[in-house]
């Protein structure tokens, strides 16, 4: 009896051992085939929709066409981490820190073919400006020092410093590299900038964190047109890029984050690079130029490790403005100050930079200056802030990560009233 | 750690898919802290005790000495000098102040100190200031919320951001000393440039969610320290065979060994249940090492006798007097903790009882294989390699509590941390055991050959 039960378990058993066999070998070969179907279809759509090209427009249709171009040579998989909606979360998702994609959307650009890297570099040299060191080409450097990084954590070498502060002096007065027309591509030549992801010591500093030029991300939140709204946002280590388009004009080139360690280097080919160098000597000439009266009345009494406004500090500018009143100083002072803020406007299309410039230039008089630990720039903890209705510009000087026996920069640009083209309220 | 967890839900969870558990643990475990910022922040760590709290202070030395205007950057050393200890206690006090909800000032002890390097996500390395403080409510005020007034550094260091965390917290299940959870940051208003104050609120907190934490701490500890578990299995090895003229032979039957194996396990729990009331209630100071030495030494003796029988029928006594050792080891637990009376005598119920609770479910999954094993052929061969690499361990175990630290111990420590694995393969075996004991039964019953369980051939007479 024990022996026919066990039996008929046993039989009972195999049955259920079989079908459950089967039932996996159908889900699994099922998935398979789904998984197929669902690549095979990716491919096909990616060369399907085609958006319209318009390689003669001009502002933001020829910033639109640019990032058509680029969108139609994703396959729809990367048009999918590409175009995002404008959302706020994603709008103010970007960090100073090399977080990678952990902390801010859009397509790395390590992922992307030669061809796909092309077109996504012709976008950003459409819609950032042309001057010597600012906009397209200060980008390109801030990618380039990350490959510094890269290198040097890979071989751990880190003690063996590239060469120490910046030296270039050219004076950047307000109009020149604005009033600069399209056609003067000398400086923004794209260079070659390596794109593949740095050797595996790469990934940097603890924490899992991974220096560059592949970590790079770019997201196109909403859809590019001549008529909507929508923003081109572009950042990694270092930097983030936010330019927001509303009815064919660019109704925000702010915020902007740039920083940079190394502060400088010499490339192999012999190429001195001092990214944030423009940045500097325009803020150390305007206080330079303060008397010793001005400069304890710009002095802050609070210190600053990093600047006040970075990443996740939308819509924070401080009620009451600190320091000394741009309306107190000399004429050939107040040039200064538009000189000084003139680099991260810069930032932006020569035309949207000759707009802005215009705005703050007319708010020059409400507009603050101030400082806090030294004049220098060369010391952690040295910063300058230049405060006005519109304009925010801050710069601090912080001790090495990687290269700890040097300084380095962080900075940031903010618009009171048009950060992300004012689309968000942070209350 | 927000509710508490059931227990044994965890352990069943284990027991079915310990690999669907282990991928999105890593992957929460992964995910990027909440705080992104490229310097190095404070930390403010709370032990949260019935009727203080007790804070350790993790300052960066770089923005310390900014803010303070105490230069400890050239310091290179662990110690604080005596003259800058006074500058640092006093400047600490100036800014800490914990007050009741009411706005009652807290009183601030402000403790031992020492610096130290360390690094923090994306920071490169750097000097640290640790302080120990303590942070006590006026008498019958609520200890579980208060407004936190706290701007060192950041009152001048605008930048600066102090993280608070809990580490340890009896009365909301907090108990294992391991994470933390993050009650806040204190950072700049900087709109209004001000720092406001945090406001705490660690929960009403209950007995009964320090009762059920210490189960599950209870059930954990015995389930990764591997010394306890090992000891309790090397002993109830041989328990199913005979021993005559000093040698294992032959199997004393079903019964008798389930009443071995009960026996010695009882004793056991007895043993330990004992001392570590004993120990934990009596608030003794018992240095470690000699216990643990002890604990080494009992595993090695369990180990020579499941080589060559020792004690015969004794091992029940055995277990007990070594029991004692393995309680007073438990209570040092509970001792790190420095738990009122009242949260100490829940505490010892529930740390036992997770403790009783794993120990019956382990044994439960072990006695299948202890019946099935001592039948088979290959049994002595089993048992000597079991036997031996056991003695191994507990000889590594023995030098390293001794002072002399070895790869044996680390690598047998380390078994400890592969819960989900033993679990698995324990259940195996006994699954295995089982069905393979039913089978040989049905299929010999009728024959009376093939497959034959030896004890057919030994009967049963106890």
């Not at chain 1, 450097?141 to 071989?155: M, P, R, W, Y």
Request: hydrophobic content about 45%; overall charge positive; charged content about 15%.
């Amino acid at each position: 009896m024990s022996k026919e039960r066990t039996r008929l378990v046993r039989s009972r058993r195999t049955r259920r051992v079989v079908v459950g066999a089967a039932t996996a070998l159908v889900l699994v070969g099922g998935g398979f085939a789904v998984a197929n179907a669902a690549t095979a279809g990716s491919d096909k759509s990616a060369a399907g929709v085609q958006r319209p090209v318009d390689k003669q427009a001009k502002g933001t249709a020829a910033v639109v066409s640019a990032a058509n171009a680029f969108l139609n040579t994703l396959t729809s998989d990367q048009q999918a981490s590409t175009l995002l909606d404008f959302s706020q979360a994603n709008a103010t998702a970007w960090s100073n820190l090399p977080c990678g994609g952990t902390c801010r959307p859009g397509i790395q650009l390590s992922t992307l073919s030669d061809d796909q890297l092309a077109a996504a570099k012709a976008l950003l040299k459409t819609a950032l400006g042309t001057g010597k060191d600012t906009g397209y080409a200060h980008v390109l450097q801030t990618l380039k020092a990350d490959d510094v990084l890269a290198s040097a954590e890979s071989t751990s070498s880190a003690s063996a410093a590239p060469t120490d502060a910046p030296t270039a002096t050219d004076s950047a007065t307000p109009t020149d590299s604005a009033s600069a027309t399209a056609t003067d591509s000398a400086s923004a030549a794209p260079t070659d900038v390596p794109t593949g992801a740095p050797p595996s010591g790469g990934a940097g500093g603890g924490g899992g964190f991974s220096y560059g030029s592949g970590y790079y991300y770019l997201a196109l939140l909403g859809t590019p047109s001549k008529t909507g709204t929508w923003q081109l946002h572009f950042g990694g280590h270092h930097l983030a890029v936010n330019i927001t388009y509303k009815d064919g004009k660019v109704s925000g080139a702010s915020p902007y984050f740039t920083g940079v360690e190394p502060t400088s280097w010499t490339a192999d080919d012999g190429t001195t690079y001092a990214p944030l160098a423009k940045f500097r000597n325009g803020l150390l000439k305007l206080t330079g130029s303060l008397s010793t009266a001005q400069l304890a009345e710009a002095k802050l009494s609070e210190s600053f490790s990093d600047v006040l406004l970075g990443p996740g500090k939308d819509g924070d500018f401080p009620e009451t403005k600190e320091g000394i009143k741009v309306s107190e100083l000399s004429p050939k002072q107040k040039k200064l100050v538009l000189a000084a803020i003139h680099p991260w406007i810069a930032d932006v299309d020569d035309a949207t930079a000759a707009q802005l410039m215009k705005t703050y230039a007319k708010e020059l008089d409400q507009t603050y200056v101030a400082y806090s630990g030294g004049t220098g720039l060369d010391t952690q903890g040295d910063y300058v802030r230049i405060d006005g209705p519109g304009v925010w510009v801050e710069f601090v000087v912080q001790n090495g990560i990687v290269f700890q026996n040097q300084v380095h920069y962080h900075t940031v640009y903010r618009d009171h009233t048009r950060d992300y083209g004012n689309e968000f309220s942070f209350s | 750690m927000t509710g508490p967890r059931n227990w044994l839900t965890t352990v069943l969870t284990r027991l079915v898919a310990g690999i669907a558990i282990v991928v999105p643990a890593a992957l929460l475990l992964g995910a990027s802290p909440a705080a992104a910022h490229p310097m190095p922040h404070s930390v403010v760590q709370l032990d949260v005790y019935r009727s203080s709290v007790s804070a350790r202070l993790e300052l960066p030395v770089s923005d310390f000495s900014r803010a303070s205007g105490i230069d400890l950057e050239d310091i290179t050393g662990k110690t604080v000098p005596a003259a800058q200890r006074k500058a640092v206690r006093a400047y600490l006090a100036a800014h800490i102040h914990p007050a009741t909800t009411g706005g009652r000032a807290w009183q601030v002890g402000i403790g031992a100190m020492h610096l130290s390097a360390t690094r923090q996500t994306s920071t490169g390395p750097y000097r640290e200031l640790t302080v120990a403080a303590v942070l006590t409510p006026p008498a019958g005020a609520d200890v579980r919320h208060f407004t936190f007034h706290y701007d060192v550094i950041v009152h001048q260091v605008v930048t600066h951001v102090t993280l608070v965390t809990v580490r340890q917290d009896w009365a909301n299940g907090q108990v294992d000393g391991k994470g933390t959870t993050q009650v806040g940051t204190i950072e700049l208003d900087i709109r209004h440039m001000k720092v406001p104050a945090l406001k705490v609120d660690l929960g009403p907190g209950s007995a009964w969610r320090g009762l059920v934490a210490m189960v599950e701490l209870g059930g954990n500890h015995i389930l990764t320290g591997t010394d306890h578990l090992l000891f309790l299995l090397i002993l109830l090895l041989p328990a199913p065979l005979a021993a005559t003229g000093g040698r294992w032979t032959g199997l004393v039957g079903p019964r008798k060994a389930l009443a071995r194996i009960g026996g010695i396990t009882l004793a056991f729990t007895a043993g330990h249940s004992v001392a570590l009331a004993a120990t934990a209630l009596g608030r003794l100071q018992i240095p470690s090492w000699p216990v643990e030495a002890f604990i080494a030494a009992s595993i090695l003796v369990g180990a020579i006798h499941a080589i060559r029988p020792l004690f015969p029928g004794r091992e029940a006594v055995v277990a007990g007097v070594f029991g004692l050792g393995h309680g007073m080891a438990f209570s040092f637990v509970l001792a790190e903790m420095h738990l009122s009376t009242g949260q100490l005598v829940t505490s010892l119920l529930g740390f036992n009882l997770g403790i009783e609770l794993v120990q019956l479910l382990l044994v439960c999954l072990a006695l299948p294989s202890l019946l099935v094993l001592a039948r088979l052929r290959v049994q002595p061969v089993i048992r000597l390699t079991g036997a031996a690499l056991t003695g191994v361990a507990a000889l590594g175990w023995l030098v390293d509590r001794l002072g002399l630290p070895n790869p044996v111990a680390r690598a047998a420590d380390s078994a400890g941390s592969h819960t989900t694995l033993l679990l698995v393969i324990l259940t195996l075996a006994a699954v295995t055991s089982t069905a393979w004991s039913l089978t040989a039964r049905v299929r010999s019953a009728p024959q009376g050959g093939g497959l034959r369980p030896r004890w057919r051939a030994a009967p049963d007479r106890s």
